[in-house]
């Protein structure tokens, strides 16, 4: 029998191509999706789709008895870094209790190897570039969730063998990203505000720094990564090395889109100001090709994003606390008399 993989958020951005890539390494897929921000057109034919949510434990267990994973990739997650700090009900019970589901189920079935997205969120604010052997010091919910999962994925392993592998991607773009939400993903933010004629926002003055990282640089890495034994109960860097300010990316995302910069600088959030990592691990694991240019894979994004046009995403319904929301995201919401 062959390798089983379950994906996890499958019909998002990057859960759909590291599904796309275990196909072509011949494994038999299942992808689980609520669809709250994926999409349909996003799953490959040749996959095997449920749609459910990993809060419900019972339709998991259910999932591990049918199908005997001996994979899986849990890339199911809200990952909106600066809206965690007002939704933290949301965030843990997605972010973390869901991941105790999967963890929970792979241990009872035995499972092979966890994969697990974590981010770079969960360094927080530490030294440049950011290294695995850093102490993790997040600074928003999200990034605790993630770095939550992380211990429990160390503890199981002590507790019961569970073979896992962590990786630490951070602003990953390209074809298929929801460019329709408002709270995450800049590049998507700005090309969705270029076709719909709008100027693009900034927070601050966009001098923040980021390393953003094209899929293909990103997805075949963490499909591949069972295939590697040495890589089991490792933690991975995996992404773009350089750096790019905020400003700048805009510069690039205009000319890329053939437009004209329009740029609205908005009061500047709690975040942090610089955030790029260190690969040299994950290179020495791991045969990567060169990597895809910012300039390049943006190039590529925008002739997919014209293709496909401005999408509009619902409403983000479900924030618990506005105290010290930014003003831009505060006017989005019916603010609470009690909060005013």
Not at 177 to 197: E, K, L, P, T
Not at 207 to 225: E, K, T, W
Not at 292 to 308: C, L, N, T
Request: hydrophobic residues 40%; charged residues 20%; negative net charge.
């Amino acid at each position: 029998m062959g390798n089983v993989a379950l994906v996890t958020g499958g019909a998002g951005f990057i859960g759909s191509h590291v599904a796309d890539e275990l196909l072509r390494l011949g494994d038999r897929v299942v992808v689980l999706d609520d669809l709250s921000g994926g999409f349909l057109e996003n799953v490959n034919p040749n996959v095997e789709f449920v749609q459910g949510t990993i809060l419900d434990h019972d339709l998991i267990d259910s999932l591990f008895a049918k199908y005997h994973f001996t994979h899986v990739y849990h890339l199911a997650a809200y990952a909106a870094e600066g809206l965690s700090h007002f939704i933290k009900r949301f965030n843990y019970n997605n972010n973390v209790v869901g991941s105790i589901n999967l963890i929970n189920a792979s241990v009872k079935f035995g499972l092979k190897c966890f994969v697990f997205t974590s981010s770079i969120a969960v360094y927080g604010a530490n030294q440049l570039p950011m290294t695995e052997d850093l102490i993790p010091h997040p600074e928003d919910p999200y990034g605790i969730a993630k770095v939550s999962v992380e211990h429990d994925l160390r503890v199981s392993k002590e507790m019961f063998g569970m073979d896992y592998i962590i990786f630490r991607p951070h602003n990953v773009y390209g074809e298929r990203q929801n460019i329709g939400d408002r709270y995450r993903n800049v590049i998507g933010i700005f090309m969705n505000q270029i076709m719909q004629g709008d100027s693009l926002t900034i927070f601050g003055d966009g001098s923040q720094s980021r390393g953003f990282s094209y899929i293909s640089d990103v997805a075949p890495v963490i499909a591949g990564a069972p295939y590697c034994e040495a890589a089991y109960n490792q933690i991975f860097n995996v992404g773009a090395d350089t750096p790019v300010t905020v400003k700048r990316l805009a510069e690039i995302v205009c000319e890329a889109m053939g437009v004209e910069p329009r740029i609205q600088f908005l009061d500047a959030r709690k975040e942090v100001l610089h955030a790029y990592a260190s690969h040299q691990k994950v290179r020495d694991y791991f045969h990567l090709h060169n990597e895809v240019s910012i300039e390049a894979g943006v190039q590529r994004m925008a002739e997919w994003a014209r293709q496909h046009g401005h999408r509009q995403s619902k409403r983000f319904d479900q924030v618990e606390v506005m105290k010290n929301m930014p003003p831009s995201w505060l006017a989005e919401f019916k603010t609470d008399p009690v909060e005013k």
